[in-house]
């Protein structure tokens, strides 16, 4: 018997290819503490299971399960094969799987007893006892870090960004690739990169960083869930800036890559 844990998922990924080394599972857990305007997967900020709009506008579906550990873990091991092929594993995306870490905390554990290797996905807003009680069972962190002004932060996130900072810099030493989304007129302005670059350039073992460039795949779901998209008329960020971007954070010494 593995354990009784719950939660509350609204998503596994297959064979995923951009959250984390090799060939992944990607879980994702519902609920987060921030309401990002540029977020892809609103669906997942809610905690609880809910009814949406489906496809065509004429009857509603359920997003978000409730699940055991046991029945999460049978559907990781369906695939093993890859990711003993691949150097691939489990990632923990969200949402914030950080809001529900009793549940991730079960998770985790029994992909370390199956020397199954695991990433977290996270934007590190929660408290540092939930982040070390859980730290050394993950192997790769993925951590958002979005914008440096507090004020900003709030505005755009629903959140200060002190926590997030504090938390990195508690967590150097672990294995982290920093992930920037890129957000133009948001995140993506001259003052909020040189404050990042200053930021990241203060921390010693940190040498990754994924550009996560805006994009509108994930406006229908704003439809569904009867939400205004506050960025519906915003652009992607051009060619030319993304490579911008990528030539100042390798001319920095870190190594850059453009999604995950
Ligand atoms: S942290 Fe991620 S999941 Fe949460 S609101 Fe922001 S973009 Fe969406």
Redesign the pocket.
């Given at each position: 018997m593995e354990t009784q844990s719950k939660g509350v998922i609204f998503d596994i990924k297959k064979y995923a290819l951009h959250d984390g080394p090799g060939i992944r599972t990607t879980v994702f857990l519902k609920g987060?503490p921030?309401?990002?305007w540029?977020?892809?997967?609103?669906e997942?900020?809610n905690p609880e299971p809910e009814r949406i709009w489906s496809n065509q506008n004429t009857q509603k579906e359920i997003i978000g399960r409730e699940v055991s550990v046991e029945e999460v873990i049978a559907e990781i091991e369906k695939d093993l094969i890859f990711y003993d092929e691949s150097g691939g594993g489990v990632t923990f995306s969200?949402?914030?799987p950080l809001m529900q870490h009793d549940f991730l905390d079960h998770l985790l554990t029994a992909c370390q007893t199956r020397e199954l290797s695991t990433t977290l996905d996270t934007?590190g807003y929660s408290s540092w006892e939930i982040i070390e009680k859980i730290k050394d069972k993950v192997d790769l962190f993925l951590y958002?870090l979005k914008m440096i002004d507090d004020k900003n932060h709030q505005k755009y996130?629903g959140v200060s960004v002190l926590p997030i900072l504090s938390n990195l810099k508690r967590l150097e030493g672990e294995n982290i690739i920093i992930r920037f989304?890129v957000i133009p007129g948001i995140t993506d302005t001259e003052e909020n990169v040189n404050q990042l670059v200053d930021w990241l350039s203060k921390l010693e073992t940190i040498k990754e960083i994924n550009l996560l460039p805006f994009h509108k795949i994930g406006y229908s779901k704003y439809l569904k869930l009867n939400r205004e998209n506050v960025l519906l008329d915003l652009n992607p960020p051009s060619p030319e800036r993304l490579n911008q971007l990528l030539d100042t954070f390798r001319g920095l010494g870190f190594i850059t890559k453009l999604g995950g």
């Open positions: 987060c921030l309401n990002c540029w977020c892809h997967n609103p997942g900020q969200g949402g914030e934007c958002d996130t989304p």
